[in-house]
């Protein structure tokens, strides 16, 4: 049964990680990205690529194999993944921007845009599956009857370190600060003398970082496939909307909850319906409290 | 030649569905402004439900094999497919418009995840064979069988063509076009939002659950590999390309992409080697995306854009 | 009406035949000039829809300026972004959604002195010199105060950037009539301590009173421009322009 909770926590991270990334885009850009998942998978595959350049494998530090090769790949990745998406932004959601293009049409883009990056990911890389190492988690025995594995124990760690960064960088600096002025109003954002530009740029260089270490993350635990952005992409939207879509921690409860009920599925031998439990859970929410455990009513003021 | 007239019927034929479909997506996102990503879920529950209805019995499934005749199943398609637009829309129509995305994309997935597992009803993978196809027990010529196929395409689609303008010049679609323009000032005038939108909802959902059942019962065997998201995105692309907001654009723009991908598959079977299919798939894929991104950038009213009502 | 009193080494904007609005096809103001001299309460009136508060937008280039030439300080501002133009101590408040609600009144504070954190304390304390009601309520969150604490909220946080010209749109709307007085009041506080001053307003006689000019705006165009105490005072104007409604009010 631990076992599960700890999978669940794992998967939930990484969930709660690209959430975080999406309820960004939604706050500050008012969209729901349907690219989300597809961020993830750029990521992964552009940590891949280098893994493959440097041709050492991942490495290993201690008990973990998390060798300074893959920290230095997810590293890379980040600045990758941020000029990708900032590029994708230029090319795409900037001009719908200037054309003050519906919500609608950002949605349809977005999904539109999902599919291009699934296809060209397949056209790059193939469509078969792909592993960053052939690392077998072994567990090291904690208690008495309870063993864990490093690796996980990192993650989670990793997933801590990622959340205290954000909440740091969102109240503490000016950048957070402007971001969170601009994702209440952003017109007086800008009457306020606040870049709106400059704040959309880093709300996607957020957005990708996460996603670049959440997608990583996955591939370590799984495998990468083209799918596997589109995969991730209701169990996040299900974080989103049950954590609270106004609230960036609610982003990360709603990942938890969502990681451990699919593990939880899993233990009660419902694993094909996996995808599906996440959905549900959305939709009791969506019903009983639509603004969110975490999120506050949207008011009219 | 009789060849390609039977080239020419097939190709109409699978085109009235992707028609049918857009002219329901028409309804929803055209004229009121909501945004279905479950199309393909929509479709689905609609040939599932006439495969079973009309379809034989199975050794292997618990459930089926009725027999009923095929109209009949046909319209239970467009009352389940309609259901399930139900249970959607009361939950989401309500809320922000980014909602309704959501949920319809999950529900078209968690529809895709009941067709794969529910095996004793919809043999997963295997997909149901040997469905019932109108005519075919009395006509002994494919090519015939298609022919008659085609005409009830055509009588269909011009029929709901047809309800379709007399539903959207009614005081009833001009309620519609006037919650997409200013839901406020709709709700303003006291009409009920919720439920226009509601309705609007339903009657494009049971729509591409008619256009699954006639698919069904046409090819003859479904699996769920039949409705992955693409073809959302392909019946997004036929509507934003034809025209959002016009019926006839509905129709042209299907017609338009159905023949630019049927054309594009023989180009590259054609000059592509086997070895590269996978890449020349995903290469389809990308252009159809970016079809549509170039649309929605460059010329989001489409070939035939809307038609300038008189807002009462 | 003249502006012979007006000497062009004194003028603060100068706003030359403009045109904004938010579509180029349909311009909601047309073709309006005028100079605003530095340190004067300018008040701008007309009916609903006249393009009173999309001419304040377009200066502070909120709305597309489509033709025309907006020179703040002899600089040509109208291509600028609106965080350029406040950058340049504009500052705006607009007529609703004036406050970030989910903030305190410390960070709302804190984030109309975003672009310059310059001599931070000096306004600070100058703003809760003029509002003490946001020092007691500093720790609140700005969607908990009332009607008028909003509204002072709203012309503190503008104060904060440390403006040369502050825009304010419909300040006394919601407001009752002792409070809409107050913020009048603290408008001229305002102006005497060197602040220009314009204001887009429906209570004509109350911003009048306070203005040292008014300015009219008919269907997008300017109808007229004149010293307050001249409008104010011309029953043929106050019938013309500010309707019975307004009459009544003065008598």
């Known amino acids: 049964m631990i076992q599960y909770v700890v999978d669940g926590l794992v998967n939930g991270s990484i969930i709660a990680l690209g959430a975080v990334g999406l309820s960004i885009t939604y706050n500050v850009l008012r969209f729901a990205n349907f690219a989300q998942g597809e961020i993830l998978a750029i990521g992964a595959y552009i940590s891949m690529a280098f893994i493959v350049l440097m041709g050492v494998g991942i490495g290993s530090i201690g008990p973990v194999s998390f060798g300074w090769p893959l920290i230095a790949s997810i590293i890379l990745s980040v600045l990758v993944t941020s000029v990708v998406v900032l590029a994708i932004d230029w090319l795409l959601f900037r001009i719908l921007r200037q054309r003050s293009a519906s919500r609608i049409t950002f949605i349809i883009a977005a999904f539109g845009l999902s599919l291009i990056v699934r296809n060209v990911i397949t056209l790059i890389a193939g469509a078969d599956q792909m592993f960053l190492s052939f690392y077998i988690p072994k567990a090291i025995p904690v208690l008495d009857n309870f063993k864990v594995v490093p690796d996980d124990v990192l993650i989670l760690i ?55 270490i959440a997608g990583t993350l996955h591939a370590h635990v799984t495998q990468l496939d083209p799918e596997m952005g589109f995969e991730l992409i209701l169990p996040m939207f299900a974080a989103l909307i049950v954590g609270g879509v106004t609230n960036v921690y609610g982003a990360v ?17 419902l694993s094909a319906y996996r995808g599906g439990i996440a959905f549900l859970i959305m939709i009791v929410v969506l019903i009983l409290r639509p603004q969110g455990i975490l999120g506050e009513k949207e008011r009219d003021d | ?32 402004g909501m945004f279905n990503v479950g199309i393909a879920g929509f479709f689905a529950v609609g040939a599932y439900t006439s495969a079973i209805l009309t379809g034989p019995e ?4 618990i459930f089926g094999g009725f027999q009923l005749p095929i109209i009949l199943g046909w319209l239970c398609a467009i009352a389940v497919s309609g259901l399930a637009g139900v249970l959607v829309g009361l939950v989401t129509l309500r809320l922000r418009e980014d909602f309704l995305a959501i949920s319809t994309f999950g529900i078209a997935i968690c529809i895709q995840l009941v067709a794969l597992n529910w095996e004793s009803v919809t043999r997963g993978p295997n997909g149901l064979y040997a469905i019932p196809k109108p005519f075919s027990r009395f006509l002994d010529s494919a090519v015939m069988s298609n022919l008659f196929y085609l005409i009830i395409c055509i009588v269909t689609i011009v029929a709901i063509y047809y309800g379709l303008e007399r539903v959207v010049k009614s005081p009833w679609g001009r309620v519609l076009r006037s919650i997409r323009e200013d839901e406020v000032a709709a709700e303003a005038l006291g009409k009920n939002v919720f439920m226009y939108r509601l309705q609007a909802f339903v009657l494009g959902c049971g729509i591409m659950g008619l256009a699954g059942a006639m698919y069904a019962n046409f090819v003859r065997f479904i699996s769920p590999q039949d409705f992955l998201p693409i073809f959302t995105i392909q019946v997004y692309v036929m509507l934003i390309v034809g025209g959002k907001g016009n019926n006839l654009g509905a129709i042209v723009g299907a017609i338009v992409i159905w023949a630019l991908w049927s054309a594009s598959d023989s180009l590259i079977n054609f000059i592509v080697a086997p070895d590269y299919q996978t890449q020349a ?13 170039l649309m929605l950038l460059f010329k989001p009213s489409g070939i035939l854009p809307e038609k300038k009502h008189l807002s009462s | 009406m003249t502006n012979s009193d007006i000497s062009s080494d004194n003028v603060i904007l100068k706003v030359t035949n403009l045109v904004a609005g938010y579509q180029r096809v349909l311009p909601i103001v047309i073709d309006v000039s005028v100079e605003v001299v530095q340190g004067e309460i300018l008040t701008l009136l007309g009916p609903n829809g006249a393009g009173k508060s999309t001419l304040i937008k377009g200066i502070c280039g909120l709305v597309e300026v489509i033709s025309g030439e907006v020179l703040f300080r002899g600089e040509n501002i109208s291509d600028l972004e609106t965080h350029e133009i406040i950058a340049r101590r504009v500052a705006y408040v607009p007529q609703t959604h004036n406050v970030f609600s989910k903030l305190t009144v410390a960070h709302n504070l804190d984030l109309g002195a975003i672009s310059n954190f310059d001599a931070y304390q000096d306004r600070l304390s100058k703003v809760f010199d003029l509002f003490p009601d946001l020092k007691k309520f500093r720790d609140t969150s700005a969607g908990k105060l009332s009607g008028g604490q909003r509204q002072m909220l709203a012309l503190g946080r503008a104060l904060m950037a440390n403006p040369i010209l502050l825009l304010i749109d419909e300040p006394s709307a919601g407001l009752s009539p002792k409070l809409r007085d107050q913020v009048f009041q603290q408008v001229v506080q305002i102006r005497d301590s060197g602040v220009t001053v314009i204001i887009v307003e429906q209570n004509a006689y109350a911003a009048l009173s306070v203005s040292d000019r008014g300015m009219i705006l008919a269907n997008g165009r300017l109808r007229l421009i004149a010293n307050a105490v001249e409008l104010l005072e011309d029953p043929k104007i106050a019938e013309i322009y500010f309707g019975a409604r307004s009459t009544a009010e003065k008598s």
Request: proline fraction near 1%.
């Open chain 1, 158 to 212: 990793i997933t801590a370190v990622c959340v205290v960064s954000l909440h740091t960088f969102l109240s503490i600096t000016t950048v957070g600060k402007k971001m969170r002025a601009v994702a209440e109003n952003p017109v007086l954002a800008m009457v306020n003398g606040i870049n709106v530009k400059s704040v959309i740029r880093w709300s996607w260089i957020i957005g990708a970082s996460l996603s670049a």
């Open chain 1, 253 to 269: 409860l709603g990942g938890f909850l969502i990681g451990l009920t699919e593990a939880f599925a899993v233990a009660i031998d």
């Open chain 2, 1 to 32: 030649m009789i060849d390609i007239l039977s080239f020419v019927i097939f190709f109409f034929i699978i085109c009235s569905f992707y028609i049918i479909s857009s002219l329901g997506l028409n309804i929803q996102y055209g004229f009121t």
């Open chain 2, 58 to 61: 199975y050794a292997d499934t």
């Open chain 2, 281 to 293: 798939a995903a290469l389809r894929i990308i252009i159809v995306g970016v079809v549509l991104v």
